[in-house]
């Protein structure tokens, strides 16, 4: 069967733009995206977006699944934020063994996984894989998931190696979720810490080796030979937590544009669409958001022009395309920062929709990967003849 068009997949996530609104305070009140929501995306097709054909996926190419986000993003930040995580798992099982993908999805091509990435755990060698235990925090959506992707790092098998970085897919069974998620931005997120107290075993064949996502040659590629699997793990990743923010940003101009357009100054009764710094700062956001939009489709046309052509991906080009995507997230905030400032005292007030993305685009900036101060010191350092520093990338 044909998978749905780029445009309806787009024209899906606009229906759904006003229901979303709709439930924005039954997300806060929960903390955590209603269970309507995750059904939702489900019936859409948001979560195969990324996923392999053989599991009944569509395999689209990567600005599809990013585009169908930010359009979501635009009505509710949390729900794009959890779609953008639990899709791009998706896009990471596939590169697993094809035995570890049937063990998630032999039974149902739906099932969902979260993450935690960070290497905070406890890692030992045993036989025929490892112990993990320990604490990861911000597993957005996990309450959705009946498996997680948790980092860890490996100790060295010789002596004076460096510890070797993995993702360990673990079971809904081996591991707690603690309710911590108290926060002020991106509050349906649910990104709330799992934790494993006693050691459980997970098999060699579910861990996936960075290594292996930086060279693009993880076991899955065999299985799942398609362009969009040759892919670097982390250029897909980090576009997944920095596309939200355009998606804010979007919501912000949509919601000032409305409310200037009727507004009139409580001081001096004149139309505020008739003020120039008004009309400026709704101009400069629409040009800023439009350039956001054209570089994340630019970066991943470009990625699948190289991968479809069989050439390599410069580093130089990586490194660029991991920067654009944490600036992107910068400029966002910009954008959001100047439309709140511009909206008056009423964007103060608790339910503004102008507070709400003023406060969930600096919670997306938040996370680790859309600070862009480490990528660009690797990318200028790089330019100036040093050694790349990430292979995030």
Known sequence: ????????????????????????????GLRRLPDATIAD????????????ARWGGMEHDPHVFFEVQATIG????????????????????????????????????????????????????????FRLSGRWSFSSGCDHGQWAFLGGLVPPAAEGAPPEMRTFLVPRADYGIE?????????GTGSKDVVIR??????????????????????????????????????????SVSTTAIGIAQGALDTYCKTAAARVGAADGAKVALDPAAQAVAARAAT???DLRGQLRGNFDEMMALVRAGEDLPLEKRLRWRLDSSLAV????????????????????????????????????????????????????????????????
């Open 74 to 129: 635009a009505a509710c930040a949390s729900s794009a934020w959890v779609l953008g995580v639990l899709g791009v798992h998706a896009w990471q099982l596939a590169l697993f063994p094809l035995a570890t993908q049937q063990e998630v999805w032999g039974q149902d091509t739906s099932t969902l996984i979260s993450s935690s990435y960070a290497p905070t755990g406890k890692v030992e060698r045993t036989s025929g894989g």
């Open 198 to 239: 006693e050691p459980v075993l997970v098999p060699e064949e579910r861990t996936h080796k960075l290594v292996d996502g930086y060279k693009r040659s993880s076991p899955g590629n065999e299985h799942n030979p398609a362009p969009l699997f040759r892919l670097p793990f982390g250029q897909v990743f980090v576009r």
């Open 179 to 187: 309710d911590n998620w108290h926060v002020m931005g991106l509050k």
């Open 1 to 28: 069967m044909t998978p749905p068009s780029a445009a309806e997949l787009i024209a899906r996530a606009v229906a759904l733009q006003p229901v979303l609104r709709e439930r924005l305070p039954e997300a806060d």
């Open 330 to 393: 910068a400029r966002s905030v910009e954008v959001v920062d100047a439309l709140f400032t511009e909206s008056g005292g009423r964007a103060i007030f608790d339910g503004s929709p102008m507070q709400r993305a003023f406060l969930d685009v600096h919670a997306a900036r938040a996370h680790h990967a859309n600070n862009p101060e480490k990528p660009a010191r690797n990318l200028g350092g790089v330019l100036l003849g040093a050694r790349n520093t990430d292979f995030f990338v």
């Open 41 to 52: 995306f489900h019936g859409a097709g948001f979560f195969r977006i990324l996923q392999p």
């Open 288 to 290: 800023v958001i439009a």
